[in-house]
């Protein structure tokens, strides 16, 4: 059974940059099977999809983000990893990790647990 | 993008009822070579992930009850709970996969009655 766990700090100060990690077990994230998402969850609102990376170092983003950020994945740890620059206020939510289908459909099957990022001086 | 509106944004049903949750997407998520909906449903409980409940639009991801059923294509779809336990109190949302970026709806909160 694919567990996914995310881990990273929980408060960044503004105009820094949030660094998060997903931790795989269970599944590999070389697979040619899945997709690695990150998706967040400002407190009180919906899910918003950031992106996503395949085994190759593929990636696909949402543009409609407004800081830059960057997915990359260590083969070697079986992890991957979020990149968030020049953080606001904005980008405080519940971040998480979960596996996304390629094969089948990009729907999100395994997550993680979360964890909440909260960007303040 | 792609927007997906849900109504209505909460739900009180009574126990043993159904309850019926709508998902509408702005544009066709219907992928006509295949004939395949590119939609999703989620449930998440308070302090958890989402757990994903159906795919394909109508799909039931393994281990989930058969209460839980998904319907619709094109644009307009709906996830039905046929009786209500306490246990499927929780936020359900949907997804559209059909094109990046993924986008969810804002989420129905389903409460009893």
């Known amino acids: 059974q694919v567990q996914l766990r995310e881990s990273g700090p929980g408060l960044v100060k503004p105009s820094e940059t949030l660094s998060l990690t997903c931790t795989v077990s269970?599944?590999?994230?070389?697979?040619?099977?899945?997709?690695w998402s990150w998706i967040r969850q400002p407190p009180g609102k919906g899910l918003e999809w950031i992106g996503n990376?395949?085994?190759?170092?593929?990636?696909n983003y949402n543009p409609s983000l407004k800081s830059p950020v960057t997915i990359s994945v260590d083969a070697s740890k079986n992890q991957f990893s979020l990149t968030v620059h020049s953080v606001t206020a904005a980008d405080t939510a519940v971040y998480y990790c979960?596996?996304?289908?390629?094969?089948?459909?990009?729907?999100?099957?395994?997550w993680g647990q979360g964890t909440l990022v909260t960007v303040s001086s | 993008d792609i927007v997906m509106t849900q109504s209505p944004d909460s739900l009180a049903v009574s126990l043993g009822e159904r309850a019926t949750i709508n998902c509408k997407s702005s544009?066709?998520?219907?992928?006509?070579?295949?004939?395949?909906?590119?939609l999703a449903w989620y449930q998440q409980k308070p302090g958890q992930p989402p757990k994903l409940l159906i795919y394909?639009?109508?799909t039931r991801e393994s281990g989930v009850p058969d209460r839980f059923s998904g319907s619709g294509s094109g644009t307009d779809f709906t996830l039905t709970i046929s009786s209500l336990q306490a246990e499927d109190v929780a936020v359900y949302s949907c997804?559209?996969?059909?094109?990046?970026?993924?986008?969810f709806g804002q989420g129905t909160k389903l409460e009893i009655k």
């Open positions: 979960a596996r996304d289908g390629h094969t089948y459909g990009h729907w999100f099957d395994s």
């Open positions: 269970g599944d590999s994230v070389s697979s040619t099977s899945y997709y």
């Open positions: 990376i395949y085994y190759s170092g593929s990636t």
């Open positions: 544009q066709s998520v219907l992928y006509s070579s295949n004939n395949k909906n590119y």
């Open positions: 394909w639009a109508s």
């Open positions: 997804q559209q996969y059909y094109n990046t970026p993924y986008t």
